[in-house]
Every structure is written in C-alpha cells, then in structure tokens.
C-alpha cells in the first residue's frame, strides 16, 4: 500500500505504467481523483494568471479561488491514495476464510463493510468535482481572458472526475447491506449529469468567446 499512498511522488510515467499493469490498484477510482486534481490545478493556474493592477477588482475573489483550488487538489490526490486503501481492504476481505458458518458470517460482514468504504473515496470525488466546477463558474467572468480555455479543461477534468467516480461508487453498492449507506452514497451521486451540464455551459461559453 505504501508506493500507492504517494500517487503525486510519481512521475507521470510511473503511475501510467501502474495503472496500465494487471494490478488491482490504481484503477478507476485513482483516475477519477488525479481527474479531480488536474481540474483544480488548472483553475489555480488561471487565477494565478488573474494578478495585478488590471485585476484589483477581484483580488479578494481571485485570492479566494487560488486557495480553495489548492485545497481541492490537494483534497484530490488524498482521495486517490484512499481509494487505494480501500480497494486493498476489499480484496483483503475477500481472502478471509470461509471453511465454516461462522467464518462465512464473518466474511460476508467484511466484505459488505469494505465496499462501503471502497465507495466512499469515489463519493467525496464528486464532492471534489461539484465544487472545481461551481469556482470554474465564478471565475471565468473575471479571469484573465488569456487563459479562459483552462477554464473549459479544468471543467471538463472535473466532469470526468465525476462521471468516473459515480460508476466506482456504483459498482460497490450492490454489496452494501445498509440501507442508509446505500442512500446516502446514492446521493452523492444524484447531481452528477447536472454537473456534467454546468461543464458544457462553461466550455460552450468559453469556445463562444474564443469565435467572436
């Protein structure tokens, strides 16, 4: 678990490798948050791009917008080591033993409780993604034009995290026993193509602009 705590000590190569090999993790669930963590990256960038004199007027907001996308990306790359962890708890579980009735119980209980938790990182992913897109959304009125079609990636890279995430939390449901669990990681998921809808508007305003 140790060399996938730290996804953002890789190269970019490494992780490709690791993601591409016959491994149980990084999978889907990696892919989504580091999708997460690019579109909050590039949303710093255009406000870091947002400085000066020309942009006094909105100091306050940019200010605002740079910090929160450095917490989100952030916030991202620790839900692509969770998601990790979670997956190992959950092939862990599998391997229990099964030779009696009480182990079986035992296992089954594991098993539910992991995919639980396996859906939980991908859940807070949507988390991540709803809140790139709603600063994407404040910040290209007042971003700095030059850069405003980082403004449509960073949205496109959070659609992405969140349509990933939705099918990761979605594949474990089945296996979660707990009716409020189950509703409450249903949830979580239940504003992902409204999301999706928000990206479009920002990149069709962005190419919009980019035509005049």
Do not use: C, W
């Amino acid at each position: 678990m140790h060399d996938q705590a730290r996804i953002q000590d890789e190269t970019v190569g490494g992780y490709l490798d690791r993601l591409a090999a016959r491994l149980p993790a990084p999978g889907g669930g990696a892919a989504a948050a580091l999708h997460a963590a690019q579109g909050a990256a590039l949303l710093g960038m255009v406000a870091r791009y947002t400085t000066g004199e020309k942009y006094a007027a909105q100091a306050e907001a940019v200010a605002r917008i740079t910090a929160e996308s450095d917490e989100l990306r952030g916030a991202a790359l620790d839900l692509a080591a969770a998601d990790a962890a979670a997956f190992t708890a959950v092939t862990d579980a599998y391997a229990l033993p099964r030779g009696d009735d009480g182990e079986k119980a035992a296992r089954s209980a594991a098993i539910a409780a992991a995919l639980a938790g396996a859906a939980r990182p991908p859940a807070d992913v949507i988390g991540v993604a709803r809140r790139i897109i709603a600063l994407a959304e404040e910040l290209l009125p007042i971003g700095n034009p030059n850069v405003a079609s980082d403004v449509a990636a960073a949205a496109e890279a959070a659609r992405a995290a969140a349509a990933t995430a939705r099918v990761n939390v979605e594949i474990n449901l089945a296996g979660v026993k707990s009716p409020a669990t189950r509703a409450a990681l249903t949830a979580a998921t239940s504003d992902v193509d409204p999301l999706a809808a928000r990206a479009t508007a920002l990149t069709s305003a962005v190419r919009q602009s980019l035509a005049r």
